[in-house]
């Protein structure tokens, strides 16, 4: 297992390159159902962290993601900021709460549910949450990391057959139908590339 | 589509930075340029703060001077500004008599003026004015329901009246809360948008097509239509308005043609001819006009149409003096 | 381009008669619909009279009311109004003290307003301003030279604020003969205009291309370039503008940012940010910001910069108070 | 020869008809080098003069001449109404001083002076006064009609290689060579339409 300090800059820097390198792609997918902004706004936020990287390497993990969390928080705005701000702040507060990291599902699950609150929203929506729900199942069943990658990227997917109920998608009501949710994608690329690199680092 | 701009990254800060210049006899940007304040607060008057994405000027920042906000926070395109930006604008224009903030009914717009709330509650009074001033037709109803759009310069234009006149916070919460259920908004777009930091176009539609029901952020609105002739396009929209409200006989009202960026002048009072002469129609008394470029969706061509039912009260705080780079009324 | 019309014979005046309705507080028509005018004229106060072709709304019946114009014609759409026009609007704004005609530097508008001057010239004493702010350069210098733009709107807010305060007829013309060799506009476009009555566009250019140095008439201008960054676009008009006129050190200027008619006010605004920066280097003082779309070309995608070099008494005329559809500012 | 009002009547349906044919092609010659009105304009003017077509032939020849002079003035506005009102208001004028056409390019010579006057414009300057002046000249010789027409079109025609020393084409430079002059082209085809006629009903 890494030392922390490594293991949060490496997430950092994974998280970071694969919304760069679907920036333009995120925005496509907003454009269709939205204002066109969620590339932009997820890759201002990543940058963001980046800079705070070596600041953030130095705390203990929890005190690192809740800091990840307020800095997504206060520089990506929109909706996606106070909806992964919140992922992550709560994820880091559960975390120290629990003064470890052995039961992560759970605390995953506390904290997607403060980002269901936070947008009022629920699981069928058409929002990150049709992602998050069923990542946080996959890690509760102890699947693989390839298969929670999958479960993601699936689960992505399926956000196009649904009505968007929430976020700017909803205000075009049956015409969001056949479209990818951006939030949704966003979260499965992030999901990939968090499993991904913990597959390469032979962790968990 | 092209426009006028260096990068996108640093679009929203010259432009703000342009506005500021022009108008230092209303405006000074506030702490560490996280928004755009009034030269001069009142001690003592409740502090009305709004804000959004940028790419719709001249709202917000266009509205802020004495008779209407205190303050205003722009985000990047497209995009609500951030907690810290609303929480600094709070810490600096609350004097003492707490703060409204004046919100458009997107949920990314709700969930940062939420956190800033949270964060900056224990030492101000805050209450919120939510606006929702967009039609529901063509949607489904079951979703979070009517946007915030033009409707919202009306709400802060009357609230600003209000707070002008030392009302306290609760009270105009009651006035912005009671003004919204009474206003609706309808939006026509002939073109989509680019964004500048990906140029990519929201949607295209066809020379001989529009895009029916659009709201202020490039989006799609909720139809695809034949391209009609000015009557029967303002017809519609005003049917639908109409439809969305009660309106009883002799209802008092303020008409409004807003341009959404890429519609000059001669359109928008072309349109606003036909709007009226509906209104009238229907037995509506068409007391105040607005026509103008006032609430933007970047450079879409299109306009909406905004009917608010008032009050003579209302209509007296409407025609209160305000002076603001944007909206001017003289004593 | 698509428009908001229903004909291209009715569109001018049906915005016309949507511009009325919706400033009923300063317009009223005059005679037959033939020009716009004050609702009420200050006997004994000289009488400002201006008018062109339409599609530069809001000019000139957006600047009629106290302050300001007394009245306006309009043609059609790029077309100089006719003489008979130009009479009745005489008739009846000239209210004894004669009447000072403010004429854009066009063949068509000159010989329009001669004719009518020849018409009533023994009913009324009359006198004119030419305004000829275009810049200059990139033209030969042997034609008739500059024409007539966005700069007219400076001739006439501080021609209308002298006349407000009582001076006589060749006094006003002596304020605004005088002023106008202090003005200087250029304007660029990113697209060309259609022309309502033929569905034709006056020129098209490709998304890398702008046309530089046109007028508000849907021209071409004097050059087509490759389109640059904001900075450098601004740059090159200033530049061009600045060798066109001698500035003294520390002159007074007030420096104005145009719209076309399709470029947003965030846009504007960015210009103008950049506008500003040069003429500060330049140690020119902009005492004074004007920023918006005032003087169109149609819907034209475009702005134009104009700088004005004040004394003390015109900052002071254009400070003064105006109450008119599109230019307000408080006693 | 004709009487006088099916003379006047049947000039002002030819010159309609012609200007109706060629709106289109006016408008896009004042798009290439000015605002793109000028067959508008110009439509707009003969469709007031028909209108006033009954009126006018109860009046005489010279007085018929110089109403539709004025009308042009009243309804065409832009540089085209002055222009060509003044023409024909002074051509009016003229025939009624000398109390008959005896002298037609005398008195067209008077009347072409009065435009360029108005105009403060000169031959060359790229006008409508360059298909004018040739016109009258080749009156002056006697030409036959269809020479006079000829002549018209040939000077319209010609204007392309001249630079605009006045009107809207003037602001471009050396970018109004190579365009056809529209107050030219419609000052061709008013004379050509004038000149067949004439022909037709073998006048003059
Ligand atoms: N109320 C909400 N609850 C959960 N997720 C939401 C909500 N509103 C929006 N989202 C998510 O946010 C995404 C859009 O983010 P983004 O484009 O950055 O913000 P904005 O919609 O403000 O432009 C949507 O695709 C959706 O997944
Ligand atoms: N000063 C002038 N003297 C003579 N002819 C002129 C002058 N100005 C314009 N013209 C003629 O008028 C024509 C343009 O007429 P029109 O398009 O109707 O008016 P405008 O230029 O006002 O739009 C030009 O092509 C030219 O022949
Ligand atoms: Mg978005
Ligand atoms: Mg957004
Ligand atoms: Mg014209
Ligand atoms: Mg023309």
Known sequence: ?204 | MKKFMNTAETMVAESLEGFVRAHGEFVVFGAGRKFVRRRHFTPGKVALISGGGAGHEPMHIGFVGKGMLDAACVGHIFTSPTPDQIVSAIEEADTGAGCLLIIKNYDGDIMNFEMAIEMAAHRHRIETVIVSDDIEAGRTGEGRGRRGVAGTLVVEKIIGAAAERGLPLEELKRIGDRLNGRIRTMGVALSGVTIPQIQRTTFSVNTDEMEMGVGIHGEPGHSRQRLLAADAIIRHLCETISADISILPDTKALLFVNGLGGTPPAELYLAYNAAHRFMEERLVHVERALVGTYVTSLDMQGLSVTLALLTDDEIALWDSPVATAALHLSP
């Open chain 1, 1 to 204: 297992m890494q030392a922390e300090p490594v293991l949060v800059l490496g997430l950092i820097e994974a998280c970071r390159a694969v919304i760069t390198a679907n920036t333009d792609h995120l925005c496509a997918l907003d454009c269709a159902i939205g204002d066109g902004d969620h590339g932009s706004n997820m890759q201002r936020g990543c940058e963001a962290v980046s800079a705070e990287g070596a600041a953030l390497s130095k705390l203990p993990l929890p005190d690192a993601v809740e800091k990840i969390g307020m800095t997504l928080v206060m520089n990506v705005g929109g909706a996606a900021g106070p909806l992964y701000g919140t992922l992550l702040m709560e994820i880091g507060r559960e975390l120290r709460a629990r003064d470890g990291t052995d039961d992560f599902p759970t605390v995953l699950k506390k904290a997607i549910d403060a980002v269901a609150r936070r947008g009022r929203s629920h699981a069928g929506d058409k929002t990150l949450l049709d992602v998050l729900y069923p990542v946080q199942d996959a890690l509760a069943q102890s699947s693989t990391l390839i298969d929670v990658a999958r479960r993601a990227e699936l689960s992505a997917n399926l956000t196009a057959a649904m009505k968007a109920m929430r976020g700017r998608a909803s205000y075009l009501g049956d015409r969001s139908i056949g479209h990818v949710d951006p939030g949704a994608s966003s979260c499965a690329l992030l999901t990939t590339a968090i499993c991904h690199y913990f597959g390469e680092n032979h962790r968990i």
